[in-house]
């Protein structure tokens, strides 16, 4: 290749990257207002692992905002975007999150049966667990934990817990190292407050209000964030009336 066209090359990836970083933020501004079919939109044109991973990311966080159970053929949809960006990038931290989230929540309706059937919680596990040994700190892998290994031990009792490896302990490990790298992250605090009291609010009742709590004092930035912070007070003040009832509410919730 000659020098000029070796120039020409680099002055064209010039002009265009411009165009793609406004896009981005564009997308990510979008993001955090809460407006995710419009932060999808932004990078619709883009074909990059990071666009997939970040329109997957978009599609759950839209999922996981409303009054209902997430449609399955939107987390579906995650799920493919999701695939994309890790047949561009098999190691692309995100990518394997937002995999990881949409199996989960994909497997949440089944029966324990139906779900040991797919083997996609060992799998969204080994997502999470794969994300940590290449970023040790990284906040919402161990936040992913820290739910998974409660919900494995809600779901499939101890013995189900044992042949998963699973367990509350593991899961508080999990949520301590995120909370120790992001200690104002709202949603990991919500999470685990949600996940524990849906396993056993009136023993874990302490632990709950303290995430509970944390989880409200958090500055948040993003709709998302908001939301869950609503949801926060929401479970806290059925915790402090009746916790056998806020265990059944903090089931059902996101």
Do not use: C
């Not at 079919?37 to 997957?56: G, I, P, Q, V, Y």
């Not at 009792?157 to 699973?166: D, L, Q, Y």
Request: no cysteine; hydrophobic share 50%.
């Amino acid at each position: 290749m000659t020098r000029s066209v070796f120039l020409a090359f680099v002055l064209a990836g010039l002009a265009f990257a411009p165009l793609a970083v406004a896009d981005e933020a564009a997308a990510e501004a979008a993001f955090v207002r809460g407006e995710y079919d419009t932060a999808r939109t932004e990078l619709s044109d883009s074909k990059t692992a990071d666009a997939l991973a970040f329109r997957a990311r978009a599609l759950l966080a839209e999922a996981m905002s409303g009054p209902a159970d997430p449609p399955e053929d939107v987390l579906h949809r995650a799920l493919d975007d999701a695939n994309v960006a890790l047949i561009m990038d098999p190691a692309h931290a995100e990518g394997r999150l937002q995999r990881a989230i949409a199996l989960s929540l994909i497997l949440r309706p089944m029966s324990t049966r139906e779900a040991r059937k797919t083997g996609w919680a060992e799998e969204a596990r080994d997502l999470a667990r794969g994300v940590l040994e290449d970023e040790p700190g990284n906040v919402y892998a161990h936040g992913f934990l820290s739910v998974w290994n409660l919900e494995v031990v809600n779901r499939g009792g101890r013995i189900g817990a044992m042949i998963m490896g699973a367990g509350v302990s593991d899961g508080r490990d999990h949520y301590e190292a995120a909370i120790a790298a992001a200690p104002d992250e709202a949603s990991v605090h919500w999470q685990w407050a949600r996940a524990l009291a849906a396993l056993n609010a009136r023993k874990y009742r302490d632990e709950v209000l303290s995430a509970l709590d944390a989880a409200l004092a958090a500055a948040v930035d993003s709709e998302l964030e908001r939301v869950m912070q609503a949801r926060a007070a929401m479970l806290k003040a059925e915790m402090l009336r009746d916790d056998r009832r806020a265990q059944e509410i903090a089931a059902g919730m996101l």
